[in-house]
């Protein structure tokens, strides 16, 4: 199924000069979003992870639903306090500031292979940080799956090492 007839473009959102790479028709079409989810998890058993994860909040949306037909946890990364656990941070470099991700201490662990989601690779900051929350605990990132790249933002570059998989990218 060709999923990128179903991302809608949105001109001068949020801003003038952008062009914002809307999901949500993917997300209105059950066959579509089934398709997308089924590509997904394919790619991520590949990968043979022990837990899956995901950035808040738009990542949320394909990671649960992996994690379920793979069988395996699902642990969220979130915006700073927003956990009501105790939790590890990360501060990470944006291309223009700075971030701050967390996780349940207890979300992953040592011997854990896990699989970053995300709705959209951009310039891969907040995905960089997410990796290095999860390292930071001993744990390895066994990949980066996205629904959508857009290639031009060379957010590859900032994941180098990683293994990167997208299924719809706009050069």
């Not at 990796?131 to 790249?149: D, P, Q, R, W, Y």
């Amino acid at each position: 199924m060709d999923l990128k007839k179903f991302i809608r473009d949105i001109p001068d959102f949020p801003k003038p000069g952008i062009l914002f790479r809307d999901i949500t028709p993917l997300l209105k079409d059950p066959k579509a979003f089934a398709s997308c989810i089924e590509q997904m998890s394919e790619i991520a058993r590949s990968h043979t992870p022990t837990v899956i994860t995901a950035i808040e909040s738009r990542g949320f949306l394909f990671a649960v639903p992996i994690a379920m037909q793979l069988g395996l946890p699902f642990i969220p990364i979130r915006k700073p306090g927003k956990l009501p656990y105790k939790s590890i941070a990360v501060e990470y470099s944006l291309e223009y500031g700075s971030g701050k991700l967390e996780m349940h201490e207890d979300g992953v662990h040592k011997d854990d292979r896990v699989i970053i989601v995300d709705d959209l690779l951009a310039t891969g900051g907040t995905a960089r940080g997410a990796a290095t929350l999860v390292e930071n605990v001993g744990a390895t990132v066994a990949g980066f799956i996205f629904a959508i790249e857009l290639g031009f933002l060379k957010g590859r570059d900032i994941l180098k090492g990683y293994p990167v998989d997208c299924l719809i990218t706009y050069d």
